[in-house]
Structure formats: structure tokens, C-alpha cells
């Protein structure tokens, strides 16, 4: 018996996993709520909290300054800890996960429950991640090649990083020619006498940075300090 000849090009054509679908139409609506949130913001502190017994008063300083949106780095072993007891004692602040540099740190962070997500840098397999998540992310970049990786996941919020040294307002104003769409969180070189500077720039929704906490005041307990230091801040930037 002759075997039947398939028509056209004899290949089936591809049909899209869920995840894949689900990835696409959630991805633009988890963006658009970081860039609102990160709005809203302006500052986000970049903590480092060394002792599980400092995060709850570190927040609440924070949160009494009018600094409300906070980013819990994953650079010691109390980070998910100090989150947790954030969100679970200081209801008023918005906490994240930030240093996220791996699938299963990604994964770890969104059974958390925390309101977003921040790496320093990217990979294939975290951005993947990122975007078949619900969580609102926002990968590290400092080059085109970099930002045109997040932006083929659905990515186009992204922390700048290091700010400074990838090249400073030139730099990210140069990428923000061939991508208009992509919006910035600068971090790294950035502090209290440039915040306005970076804010300036349009492409900018906020700027990320540890001097809201310094290291010295957070070892001291000097909760006041911090919170001066943060409406300090708050009331210069809306005084530009």
C-alpha cells in the first residue's frame, strides 16, 4: 500500500506549552506593577542585615522616615528570616528579595511571598524562571547584550548595576536610545548627592542604594539616625 504524502512541509507546527502562554500575558502586568511600585518608591534602601534581631526595628526606622519600600539582600544567612519577620511585624512596608542569583534562590524567594524580586545580574535559566513566575522582577544589567537577553524573557524593568561604574548617566542614557521602553532602578554609586541627579532622567522609576542604612548606624541601633537620614533625603528630593 502507497504511503500517503503529507501536505506542505510534512512539519507539525509548534504548539506553545502553557507556561509558555501564561508566561506572555502575565509578564506585561507583573512589569507594569513593579514600574508603579518602584514609582511610588523613589528610594529603595538595599539592606544588608547581618543579625536577625535588627530587621524588625531596621523597618520600622525606615517605614518612620517615609521610606516604605525596602530590598532585603540575600547576602547573609538571616535574609529570608529578616523578611519574613518584616512582613509579619512592619504590615506598612513593602519588603523584596534582592542578590538573587540563582533558579532556586528565585523559587525560594517567591514561596516567601515578598512583593518583588531584584538580581544583580542575569542567566538563561533565572530570567526562564522569572518569567513563568507570578513574582515582579527586575534582573541586573549593565550592558545592551544583557538588556536585550531580559527584554526576549518579557523582562523590561531592570536595575541598572553597578550604576557608577557601568559607565553613570552617560552610560544609561546611551542604553535608553535603542531601548525607550525600558525603565531603570540605578543602583550601585548611588547615594544621597546624586539621588536627584538619577532621578532626573526619564527613563529612571527609582533609584536603589545602602545609604538610607549605614552599616555603623544599623550595628548602633540608631533607628532615629536612620530614619533622619531617610526624611532627609525624601524632603531634598522633593525640594529639586
Not at 523613589?42 to 517605614?63: F, G, M, S, W
Not at 547573609?76 to 542578590?99: K, L, N, Q, S
Not at 541598572?160 to 559607565?167: H, N, R, V
Not at 525603565?183 to 554609586?189: A, E, H, I, L, S
Request: glycine share 10%.
Amino acid at each position: 500500500m502507497p504511503c500517503r504524502r503529507r501536505s506542505g512541509t510534512g512539519r507539525r507546527p509548534r504548539v506553545k506549552r502553557p507556561s509558555e502562554t501564561k508566561a506572555k500575558m502575565t509578564t506585561t502586568a507583573q512589569q507594569n506593577h513593579l514600574v508603579a511600585l518602584f514609582k511610588a518608591a523613589t528610594v529603595i534602601p538595599v539592606l544588608t542585615i547581618e543579625r536577625i534581631q535588627d530587621a524588625v526595628p531596621l523597618a520600622k526606622a525606615l517605614v518612620a522616615g517615609g521610606v516604605r519600600t525596602l530590598e532585603v539582600t540575600m547576602r547573609t544567612p538571616v535574609a529570608i528570616e529578616a523578611a519574613r519577620a518584616m512582613m509579619a511585624e512592619v504590615p506598612e512596608a513593602v519588603v523584596g528579595i534582592g542578590t538573587i542569583l540563582k533558579p532556586a534562590d528565585f523559587v525560594r524567594v517567591e514561596k516567601l511571598g515578598v512583593a518583588f524580586g531584584i538580581s544583580p545580574g542575569l542567566t538563561p535559566d533565572l530570567l526562564k524562571v522569572a518569567a513563568d513566575s507570578s513574582l515582579p522582577f527586575a534582573p541586573g544589567i549593565a550592558t545592551a547584550s544583557e538588556l536585550m537577553l531580559a527584554l526576549s524573557y518579557g523582562l523590561d524593568v531592570a536595575k541598572f548595576f553597578p550604576a557608577e561604574q557601568a559607565g553613570g548617566i552617560k552610560g544609561l542614557r546611551a542604553l535608553g536610545g535603542p531601548f525607550p521602553n525600558v525603565r531603570f532602578c540605578p543602583t550601585g554609586g548611588v547615594g544621597e548627592a546624586n539621588a536627584a541627579t538619577w532621578l532626573a532622567e526619564p527613563n529612571v522609576v527609582a533609584v536603589g542604594g545602602s545609604w538610607l542604612c549605614p552599616t555603623a548606624e544599623i550595628k548602633a541601633g540608631n533607628w532615629a539616625g536612620i530614619t533622619a537620614i531617610c526624611q532627609r533625603t525624601l524632603k531634598a528630593l522633593k525640594a529639586t
